[in-house]
């Protein structure tokens, strides 16, 4: 009865076919992908205390750099440098870095003095910093980020060994009132569970520079930025999806492991950031673009075509159908909610869950347009 009721509308069999296959696409990721973070137990790991070396880009940072770098400096780490690159500021950053030298022995402070990148982006910097540094095993952060504790250094270096060559870290945003907080934060923590979930079922694509981890020796084995010099971002995701395999990558979530950043101010600042990421997102891998894709186009399908489809539904007093589809839009959040819940705890994120069905809503709309803006407008600058 009910498929005779279905498909005896091809719109209406159409519209409910999309939005089936959707709901279960969307399950899948849920299910069989997110829930590998959501649902992880760590293991101990014997931490040996390696040498780092934390390289951090600064451009125009002095204020950034009197309030965050002691944080850093002062870590509780037996033998640690920190690279700070100030490239070519024009604020007081090189009195403030010289003054920080003389109280921090382990401070070594690299000067850009004049501006020979022929390319946008912290790039060239980086690879300066990560050039100059004496260690072989890297942590990466910025300036405008601070350390949750000052067990920072030692919690993401303790997976390094002869197999593990990246470890990805989590790094959030500060909470504020308003709504363009609660989108940056959801996004944060959404970006988190997947880079998380890909990397843990073998196959990593993207860090993020804020709190992120390498051996130099990889970087210099793939010459660097080189092969995506030409792109302003993707210092981070872009590296991260070209040398990452299944068995170099372990991630570390714990809350003293993570950074956090204040949050963009207005939606103008945030959307140039979100176009950012979607532009060094059109030069991931191939099978990466594939099930990033899928999941963001099977969530912006399954909403576009419930409000149609109940719609019809409704006029035509198909009562039968409609049941199915208020029951795959109930076990979708829920499992949307679980698995947010779960990862959102193991992140020490609150105050989201609530209204994330709301959130993941926003972002149907937001998506598309930033997408179709990357491609109309170009952004290229760093700072």
């Known amino acids: 009865m009910f498929f005779k009721e279905i498909t005896s509308n091809l719109v209406l069999l159409f519209l409910f076919v999309l939005y089936a296959g959707s709901a279960l696409i969307q399950l899948f990721y849920f299910w069989g992908i997110f829930s590998r973070f959501a649902f992880h137990k760590k293991k101990q790991i014997i931490n040996n205390k390696k040498p780092i070396s934390v390289v951090i880009c600064a451009k125009n940072e ?8 002691p944080l850093i400096l002062e ?13 070519c500021s024009e604020d007081d950053s090189n009195f403030l870095l010289k003054s920080f030298s003389k ?33 072989e095993l890297l942590i990466l952060t910025d300036a405008d980020c601070i350390p949750k504790s000052n067990q920072w250094i030692s919690e993401i270096q303790k997976y390094f060994s002869d197999k593990t060559q990246i470890v990805l870290g989590y790094s959030g945003f500060e909470r504020k009132k ?3 907080n609660k989108i940056i934060r959801f996004d944060t923590i959404m970006s988190a569970i997947q880079y998380f979930s890909w990397a843990m079922a073998g196959k990593p694509y993207m860090g993020v520079g804020r709190n992120l981890a390498y051996n130099r020796e990889l970087f210099f084995k793939v010459k660097g930025f080189s092969s995506h010099y030409h792109i302003p971002s993707g210092d981070d995701d872009l590296f991260i999806n070209q040398v990452a395999t299944k068995n170099n990558v372990a991630i570390e979530y714990s809350y003293e492991s993570q950074t956090i950043s204040p949050a963009k101010s207005s939606y103008h600042e945030w959307v140039i950031q979100r176009k950012r990421h979607f532009a060094a997102g059109f030069h991931y891998k191939r099978f990466h673009k594939i099930f990033l894709g899928m999941f963001s186009l099977s969530n912006f399908f399954f909403y576009l075509s419930f409000i149609p489809l109940t719609t019809f539904l409704l006029i035509d007093k198909l009562y039968n159908p409609i049941i199915i589809v208020i029951f795959l839009l109930f076990l979708k959040i829920v499992s949307q909610l679980i698995i947010l819940k779960k990862s959102m705890n193991k992140l020490v994120e609150k105050n989201l869950l609530l209204i994330s069905p709301i959130l993941d809503f926003i972002f149907v709309i937001i998506n598309p347009l930033i997408a179709l803006s990357n491609i109309i407008v170009k952004e290229n600058k760093w700072k």
């Open 103 to 135: 109280t921090y022995p382990h401070l070594n402070v690299v000067t850009i003095t004049k501006n020979i990148n022929f390319f946008k982006g912290k790039k060239f910097a980086l690879a300066i910093g990560i050039k100059a540094a004496k260690n």
């Open 75 to 87: 870590q509780d780490y037996p033998n640690f440098e920190v690279v700070v690159v100030n490239d």
């Open 62 to 69: 002095y204020t950034n750099l009197k309030k965050n770098l």
């Open 178 to 180: 308003g709504l363009l």
